[in-house]
């Protein structure tokens, strides 16, 4: 497992991580196969979307603030049940396909890690496994 | 990586795309371990899900596009903030075990393409590992 | 392909399985890689989140609920179109890095089986591959 590290600016953001994630996955020695991305965090989460207009980036994060108001008489007493919810809509891991030790993503795609309760000092966790 | 490619025939569709993928993988020579479908694009999805009755489908699409309306004063102005939305909450990826060369699939399952901004001509990318 | 069964007890609930997927990975023999746990159901789903405080399952489980109401004149007649929603939405497996034998968690993640329409007896699949 090689893993890399970001600081979080803001207490929500899509931050794209693509760069992190490719040094990473050449790191690793392998060629072709896939990497899942994962995240040790339970108020954070992985997507892929675009990157070409950050108001795609706004648009997500938004949709999530509406889907997943902050305060709605939640349970969990830390204040972050919010973000706990919007973890579990969009997921914590990622996986790619990779060749010619390469990450492979479609023309507007990249790789974001969702804060949705920080600002922090988040791990991403890769994994990488050689195959067709 | 090997791929296959589809014609969306709707601006939105959950469409089977199993026995492309089965034949995807049989391509691959790969008994036993996972198999990772993969979009290369930000307005569209994969799920599994039931395909018994096409209902399910309906269904799926009408509570995405209740939870994500097409017109919401979005930031990008290309008039698809709708699917890069949809996608995020679907996600990209769907990974299943494989074994003696086949897709393992639940007796009420299938593998859908998400379409959320078509009609068009789209991509899956797939990755086979072999394991346990 | 390794599984394992479980026995839900409510109708909706988020339940750990994380013992049972360590023991499982421990059957494959492999130290290192990445395994993938599915769920060959199509009114359940599998998610990680906290597990400390039980709250969060609860905020989670209410969540869905209300994104997704039980009664909604779905088309599917079964009576559980909530659940294939909730399905969608929650996705249906989940990859954790492995090493030394070991499944990777953060310190506040467990692996949840989501019952979406229970109670019912369940598998939980698992694929474990060799990797970095």
Redesign the interface.
């Known amino acids: 497992?090689?893993s890399f590290e970001l600081k979080t600016g803001s207490q929500q953001a899509l931050i794209d991580v693509t760069q992190q994630a490719q040094r990473a996955v050449g790191q690793?020695?392998?060629e072709?196969?896939?990497c899942?991305l994962?995240?040790?965090?339970?108020t954070a989460a992985l997507?892929?979307?675009?990157v070409a207009?950050p108001?795609?980036r706004?648009?997500?994060l938004?949709?999530?603030r509406r889907?997943?108001p902050a305060d709605?008489g939640?349970?969990?007493?830390?204040g972050n049940?919010q973000a706990?919810?919007q973890?579990?809509?969009?997921?914590?891991?990622?996986?790619?396909?990779?060749?010619a030790g390469q990450l492979?993503?479609?023309?507007?795609?990249a790789i974001f890690f969702c804060e949705f309760d920080g600002p922090r000092t988040r791990?991403v966790?890769?994994?990488?496994?050689?195959?067709?």
Chains 1, 2, 3 share one sequence.
């Open positions: 497992m090689i690793s020695g392998v072709a196969g896939v899942t994962y995240v040790p965090h339970t997507t892929v979307n675009e207009d108001a795609v706004e648009d997500v938004e949709a999530l889907l997943v709605l939640y349970h969990h007493l830390e049940a706990h919810v973890a579990a809509l969009v997921g914590g891991s990622v996986q790619l396909p990779l060749e492979c993503l479609g023309t507007w795609q791990q966790w890769l994994s990488v496994v050689p195959g067709a």
